[in-house]
T-cell receptor
Framework: DGGITQSPKYLFRKEGQNVTLSCEQN?????MYWYRQDPGQGLRLIYYSQIVNDFQKGDIAEGYSVSREKKESFPLTVTSAQKNPTAFYLC??????????FGSGTRLTVV | DQQVKQNSPSLSVQEGRISILNCDYTNSMFDYFLWYKKYPAEGPTFLISISSIKDKNEDGRFTVFLNKSAKHLSLHIVPSQPGDSAVYFC??????????????FGKGTLLTVNP
């Protein structure tokens, strides 16, 4: 059963700590994306990757880092440089535009 | 600068009536448009799309209209059902025929369908 899996569903981070959000897909999609959702802000693109070992900054990349060592995996690290990390994070993958599939999201909270 | 705008944060309609969700865009390079539906604490799911070479696309109860000259699109849901209650995101992309799959999303409209 193909899909895209994000883990964990809920994550708590202390001030000054780096955390990594996992995103795995078994859809054989080439492109993967990370979006952030804040109340009243819609979905904003953090990073995206169209092929393995290559990724591009989105609109709000500051304070985040990614890697794309495998086609199936696109982890997102929220670093201590991200001043307002509390948000709902969504990972997506696509083969073509109409194949844009989202994961179920990770809720990150700073404590 | 918001390139995709959904100016109505919320919309409330009665069950059985028509729901009309609106979206405006500013980037004239956008040539492919999509609507996504999102329930709380879940990822968005694809609903319907339209290419700029068309002005209408229909799928069951859902129809999307595109007015390129006005840079405006709308999603019509007829008839509306309580299960349609969700946040609807409009999204757009440039270069749909090539390798650019990056989507720009609006802020979303919360649709509430009352029984």
């Amino acid at each position: 059963d193909g899909g895209i899996t994000q883990s964990p569903k809920y994550l708590f981070r202390k001030e000054g700590q780096n955390v990594t959000l996992s995103c795995e897909q078994n859809l054989n999609h080439d492109a993967m994306y990370w979006y952030r959702q804040d109340p009243g802000q819609g979905l904003r693109l953090i990073y995206y990757s169209q092929i393995v070992n290559d990724f591009q900054k989105g609109d709000i990349a500051e304070g985040y880092s990614v890697s794309r060592e495998k086609k199936e995996s696109f982890p997102l690290t929220v670093t201590s440089a991200q001043k307002n990390p509390t948000a709902f994070y969504l990972c997506a993958s696509s083969l073509r535009l109409y194949g844009y599939t989202f994961g179920s999201g990770t809720r990150l909270t700073v404590v | 600068d918001q390139q995709v705008k959904q100016n109505s944060p919320s919309l409330s309609v009665q069950e059985g009536r028509i729901s009309i969700l609106n979206c405006d865009y500013t980037n004239s390079m956008f040539d492919y448009f999509l609507w996504y539906k999102k329930y709380p604490a879940e990822g968005p799911t694809f609903l319907i799309s339209i290419s700029s070479i068309k002005d209408k696309n229909e799928d069951g109860r859902f129809t999307v209209f595109l007015n390129k000259s006005a840079k405006h699109l709308s999603l019509h849901i007829v008839p509306s059902q309580p299960g349609d209650s969700a946040v609807y995101f409009c999204a757009a992309s440039a270069g749909s025929g090539g390798s650019n799959y990056k989507l720009t999303f609006g802020k979303g409209t919360l649709l509430t369908v009352n029984p």
